[in-house]
């Protein structure tokens, strides 16, 4: 098989040949037909997340040697399955649920293994789908969609997930209260086509680019919001009349913390998702003192994945954006999401 590979550290990937597995007990082997490239592959492919004041966690901490592949939005067509795999077929095209657990501890036995510390995640710690195959340790974390185009199915593994289950943590908002969704790149774009789904509250998109607010305010948002202005705080006070029930940061940079939880009104909540780095200098009293509420929220769960794809194949979510490249060109895609110049989400094809 043919895979585009990290072979060093935040340089340009090589595409490399090795041969294409043969799957064992109850894995699946998956012939790759697309593969979205996510915001987190680029903290991937540099090699570490930055925690803030010089501290980093590398994927080396996390057991990921090189030369290694990325890609953990995957969809594709069942080529081979091992002796123990059971309820799928040959052909059967479907998108991959990478966020697997290590199948055997105590929150895998009990159905949470995205609480598993010792994760198999595919992209992220096993070879993802920046390839021509991926193995999927068993069928159950394949999901169907039907109906759905193929290059947009895979979005939903990560980015649609991500911003799933994200709104779901804010689900019980109501008519009358504000929810500030503050990103519209790829994730925070999703949210904003999500949202009327999943909860009742007007949302409000908070981007540093007037392209993203205009795409975003398309997409559904009532209002939108320059967050890098001075004055950007009081002006949502203003907007809100006095604060918002729910903030959810896709950036998770210090600014765009610190906009989330000030612009929040006594007892909000605020979710961070955003991976950016850095950390936030956040007044300790604020907390007690306007009862917040501060979540963090990390992809989605596999029943949450199976209930948005039940969503997306009944056509109560709004496509996001997409564009296709060859996987030959996943350098250059990484260097655009990298510079902010894409729009939605560029999704490989091998
Ligand atoms: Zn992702
Ligand atoms: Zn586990």
Redesign the pocket.
């Known amino acids: 098989m043919q895979s585009q590979q990290i072979v060093e550290w935040g340089k340009p990937l090589e595409g490399r040949e090795a041969p294409t597995p043969e799957p064992e007990g109850t894995e699946v082997l998956v012939r790759v037909t697309a593969c979205g490239v996510c915001h987190s592959d680029l903290h991937i492919w540099d090699g570490y997340f930055d925690l803030g004041g010089g501290q980093r966690i590398t994927l080396e901490d996390r057991g990921v040697h090189l030369p290694f592949t990325m890609g953990h939005e995957i969809v594709g067509e069942v080529e081979a399955v091992g002796p123990d795999a059971e309820g799928v077929e040959i052909g059967d095209k479907r998108v991959v649920y990478p966020w697997i657990?290590?199948?055997?501890?105590a929150?895998?036995q009990t159905d949470d293994?995205l609480l598993?510390?010792?994760p198999r995640t595919l992209g992220t710690r096993k070879p993802g789908g920046y390839s021509d195959h991926v193995v999927a340790p068993h069928p159950r974390y394949l999901v169907n969609y039907d109906g759905v185009p193929t290059e947009l199915a895979c979005t939903y593994a990560c980015s649609g997930l991500t911003a799933f289950s994200a709104l779901k943590k804010v689900a019980s908002l109501r008519e009358d209260d504000h929810l500030v969704i503050i990103g519209a790149g790829g994730v925070g774009l999703s949210a904003v086509h999500f949202a009327s789904a999943v909860t009742k509250a007007k949302v409000i998109v908070a981007d540093v680019d007037g392209t993203k607010r205009a795409a975003a305010r398309q997409a559904g948002a009532v209002e939108s919001i320059d967050n890098s202005e001075p004055d950007a705080v009081p002006k949502l006070l203003e907007m809100t009349g006095g604060g918002a029930a729910a903030t959810i940061d896709f950036v998770g940079r210090p600014e765009t913390g610190l906009f989330a939880v000030h612009g929040l009104r006594k007892g909000g909540t605020h979710v961070s998702v955003g991976l950016y780095g850095d950390a936030l200098p956040l007044p300790l009293a604020l907390l007690p003192l306007k009862m917040l509420n501060l979540l963090g929220s990390y992809v989605g769960t596999l029943d949450e994945m199976h209930e948005l794809m039940g969503l997306v194949r009944g056509g109560r979510i709004a496509p996001i954006p997409v564009a296709t490249r060859p996987l030959g060109e996943a350098t250059e895609a990484l260097e655009d999401l990298r510079a902010g110049r894409v729009l939605g989400r560029v999704v490989l094809k091998p």
Request: contains cysteine; aromatic residues 0%; charged residues 20%.
């Open positions: 657990g290590c199948g055997e501890c929150v895998c293994e598993c510390m010792t």
